[in-house]
């Protein structure tokens, strides 16, 4: 640790930033990882399935007294799953417009990760604040931030090259400027503000 004062306070700021951003990650990751094993293993209980509730390596049912344990508990599925994760294949159909059907998922984590950044998980460790972003419109941000996941699925049916998906999309961005009228139907009242939709 007496290494660390002999940085500057810039190298200092991004060394505890650094640090603070892995480490929260990392427990999101890992809660995200075990908050679906949760959901498969009910799906899984529900639908009578094998995979999620006996997910184990192939030596753990030959350990002594723990091993069958682990095995009907399932909890290598996160290790499974992000093992698949990293060798699935790669695929992009070739009719969509290849820019924006990569853009959107990203459009649609990285807000959801950032909100994370105002967070607090402690009050000090030593000199530092035990929070990524200090910032006093931390709410304001919250906000903000969470606001831009919605262009990440509009641009989802953009990224299709379909127009079925790009209007099927189109009133999430817009959800107050959408009513249903009395059959169920959704209509724009700014385009046809008094015509009722006629059933055939």
């Known amino acids: 640790m007496e290494a660390i004062n ?13 640090l603070k951003i892995g480490v929260v990650f990392g427990v999101v990751m890992t809660a ?21 509730n006996r997910t184990a390596p192939f030596f753990t049912q030959y350990l002594p007294v723990i091993g069958p344990f682990l095995v009907r508990l399932g909890i290598f599925q996160p290790a499974a799953d992000g093992l ?9 159909p070739s009719y969509v417009r290849k820019v924006y059907f990569w853009l959107a998922p990203a459009i649609t984590v990285i807000p959801a990760l950032l909100t ?13 604040k035990m929070v990524i ?26 990224g ?4 079925y998906p790009f209007l099927g999309k189109h009133p999430l961005q817009r959800p107050d400027d959408f009513v249903r009228d009395r059959h169920g139907h959704e209509r724009d009242p700014h385009l046809h503000p008094h015509r009722e939709p006629q059933l055939e």
């Open 32 to 52: 995200v990882a075990y908050a679906v094993l949760v959901e498969r293993k009910v799906s899984a209980w529900i639908q009578n399935r094998v995979g999620p």
């Open 133 to 158: 972003a200090d910032l006093n419109v931390g709410i304001l941000y919250t906000f903000g931030i969470v606001s831009l996941g919605v262009y990440g699925i509009v641009l989802a049916g953009y």
């Open 116 to 128: 994370v950044a105002v967070i607090p998980f402690g009050s000090n460790l030593g000199s530092e």
């Open 84 to 92: 698949k994760f990293l060798l699935k294949e790669d695929f992009t």
């Open 6 to 18: 002999y940085l500057s306070p810039t190298a200092q700021m991004i060394l505890f930033s650094a």
């Open 160 to 163: 299709s090259n379909s127009k």
